[in-house]
């Protein structure tokens, strides 16, 4: 007889302890995957991974204090010699988390109103490096794809580098020599082009796609 395959070994990473209590309750119910770890930062799901190397680390973008989803699935894979898959788990889906997530190495992309079902098959996919991705992810991904990525004017990247500086909005148009009304407008245009609706997440897909110096 063939042996059964071993089970998927997760470590789920959640800042919200009910949440990740539900989960776990959950995966408990899967015989065929084995929660070795759970974590309520990033720091401590990265500390958590080198020690037992599981084979997926479920992960949730917003993590309160500290380094978030993203960084933290860039750092777990993109460290020497990984081989832990991380299959992002979280109730946001704008073109921007699933943009910068995609980015920073994730296999999948799922939606916490997934059914079980779903999330136990996306968590096998994982582990073989398959991607997995929510059906309303998955269409957000395609249309993206098809549709041509906006660039930026020169200004407008000028307006970013003085985001990244973390100064307002005042300041930013006496550096620039030009109106406040202009840099909102400035503004509202970037967030457009780049699928996001706050300054942090301006900079921060910007510094992704390497539109900052």
């Known amino acids: ?27 408990d119910s899967a015989p065929d995957i084995d929660v070795v770890g759970e974590a309520g930062t990033g720091e401590e799901a990265l500390a958590l991974a080198a020690r037992l190397s599981p084979d997926v680390v479920l992960m949730d973008l917003q993590l309160g204090e500290g380094i978030d989803g993203v960084e933290t699935t860039r750092r777990l894979t993109s460290s020497p010699g990984a081989s832990t898959h991380v299959l992002v788990l979280t109730t946001y889906d704008t073109d921007a988390d699933v943009t910068r997530a995609v980015e920073a190495g994730a296999t999948g992309y799922l939606l916490k109103a997934e059914r079980p ?7 096998h996919a994982a582990a073989q490096g398959r991607t997995a991705l929510s059906a309303p992810v998955a269409g957000r991904v395609m249309a ?27 300041d930013i148009a006496r550096a620039l020599f030009i109106s406040e009304a202009t840099v909102k407008t400035h503004l509202r245009r970037i967030y457009d082009k780049l699928g996001v609706d706050t300054r942090a997440g301006a900079v921060a897909v910007a510094k992704e796609r390497r539109l900052l110096p």
Do not use: K, W, Y
């Open 144 to 170: 993206g794809l098809r549709r041509p990525r906006p660039s930026l004017t020169d200004r407008e990247r000028d307006i970013l580098a003085q985001l990244a500086r973390g100064i307002g909005n005042r």
């Open 1 to 27: 007889m063939t042996p059964d395959p071993a089970p998927v070994r997760i470590l789920v990473c959640d800042d919200h302890a009910v949440v990740r209590a539900g989960l776990l309750a959950l995966l």
């Open 117 to 123: 079902d779903e999330l136990f098959a996306a968590i």
